[in-house]
Antibody, heavy 121, light 110 residues
Framework: EVQLVESGGGLVQPGRSLRLSCAAS????????MHWVRQAPGKGLEWVSG????????GYAASVKGRFTISRDNAKNFLYLQMDSLRAEDTALYYC??????????????WGQGTMVTVSS | QSALTQPPSASGSPGQSVTISCTGT?????????VSWYQQHPGKVPKLMIY???QRPSGVPDRFSGSKSGNTASLTVSGLQAEDEADYYC??????????FGGGTKLTVL
């Protein structure tokens, strides 16, 4: 059974940093690209970042480019999102999602339950 | 990276069909056959309903179908059922390892 479990969320002050983790199990992790998708309270889905199976291809939404860094550890089956210079508008539930393919383009076929990030002073 | 355009709401009576549109540009929806659709019930995790414009994952009822014409993709739900009431989001590959979502459509079953 595919499982994606996010962790690392919490309350953080504007300008500070936070690192999210996603533990993957139930599938061969390095056969798939992975993504972070967020959803602000009461709002729609927003793609944040994606990383190919081998970390060679990475993309970021314009709203986070230069502040967030996605990475993965295929030996440990973990996906990460380093979030720096956090802003109030980054407040959201952050989902880890698996891509159907090896590159960041097909579709998100499995999702975690999400981890909440709140940016506030 | 502008969001794809979806109508905020759609509705239909049980048994009827409803179509939700998703309009982008030639740089995303019109440029690639990587359009997908997601269903999200309140408080729940999004669920993949359609991928690569018109493909249905295993377990998704064939009442759900997808298509694309030019820069606009569409999701059609036929034989509406009460459990289809949810938010629906489209997504498309936008080149250079980027993806984009639509703003979402709230489907109401009357």
């Amino acid at each position: 059974e595919v499982q994606l479990v996010e962790s690392g969320g919490g309350l953080v002050q504007p300008g500070r940093s936070l690192r999210l983790s996603c533990a993957a199990s139930g599938f061969t992790f390095d056969d798939y690209a992975m993504h972070w998708v967020r959803q602000a309270p009461g709002k729609g889905l927003e793609w944040v970042s994606g990383i190919s199976w081998d970390s060679a291809n990475i993309g970021y939404a314009a709203s986070v480019k230069g502040r967030f860094t996605i990475s993965r550890d295929n030996a440990k089956n973990f996906l990460y999102l380093q979030m720096d210079s956090l802003r109030a508008e980054d407040t959201a539930l952050y989902y880890c999602a698996r891509d159907m393919g090896t590159l960041t383009r097909r579709a998100f076929d499995f999702w975690g339950q999400g981890t909440m990030v709140t940016v506030s002073s | 990276q502008s969001a794809l355009t979806q109508p905020p709401s759609a509705s239909g009576s049980p048994g009827q069909s409803v179509t939700i549109s998703c309009t982008g540009t030639s740089s995303d929806v019109g440029g690639y056959d990587y359009v997908s659709w997601y269903q999200q019930h309140p408080g729940k995790v999004p669920k993949l309903m359609i991928y690569e414009v018109s493909q249905r994952p295993s377990g998704v009822p064939d009442r759900f179908s997808g298509s694309k014409s030019g820069n606009t993709a569409s999701l059609t739900v036929s034989g509406l059922q009460a459990e289809d009431e949810a938010d629906y989001y489209c997504s498309s590959y936008a080149g250079s390892n980027n993806l984009v979502f639509g703003g979402g459509t709230k489907l109401t079953v009357l």
